[in-house]
């Protein structure tokens, strides 16, 4: 059983940072792979980044591709997901997920969920 739990969330301008962390209870962290995934109101959840075991394989979403990176530490059951240049379309909950199958994109493969950080970003 894996624990999930999100922070770093926030109200910031257009064109601000943000550096979310999610931090996992549990043993065998490096035996999962984590990924951030966004939900806006109205939408279907979305993918925005996913990191293997050890960090060897990382997807990002197109629409974050190039301002975001998403990195972890296993000793520190940590990852976290560096947001730059944020725009007022990535306002969303962004929820981190823990999976056994590496750097997924489908949210329907992680088995673990965090309960969500609110990311607003101001025009």
């Known amino acids: 059983q894996v624990q999930l739990v999100e922070s770093g969330g926030g109200l910031v301008q257009a064109g601000g940072s943000l550096r979310l962390s999610c931090i996992a209870s549990?043993?065998?962290?490096?035996?999962?792979?984590m990924g951030w995934f966004r939900q806006a109101p109205g939408n279907e959840r979305e993918f925005v980044a996913a990191i293997s075991g050890w960090g060897r394989s990382i997807n990002y979403a197109e629409s974050v591709k190039g301002r975001s990176t998403i990195s972890r530490e296993n000793a520190k059951n940590t990852v976290w997901l560096e947001m730059n240049n944020l725009r007022p379309e990535d306002t969303a909950v962004y929820y981190c997920a823990a999976d056994r199958y590496g750097a997924t994109t489908s949210g329907d493969a992680y088995d673990y969920w965090g309960p969500g950080t609110q990311v607003t970003v101001s025009s």
């Open positions: 549990g043993r065998g962290f490096s035996n999962y792979g």
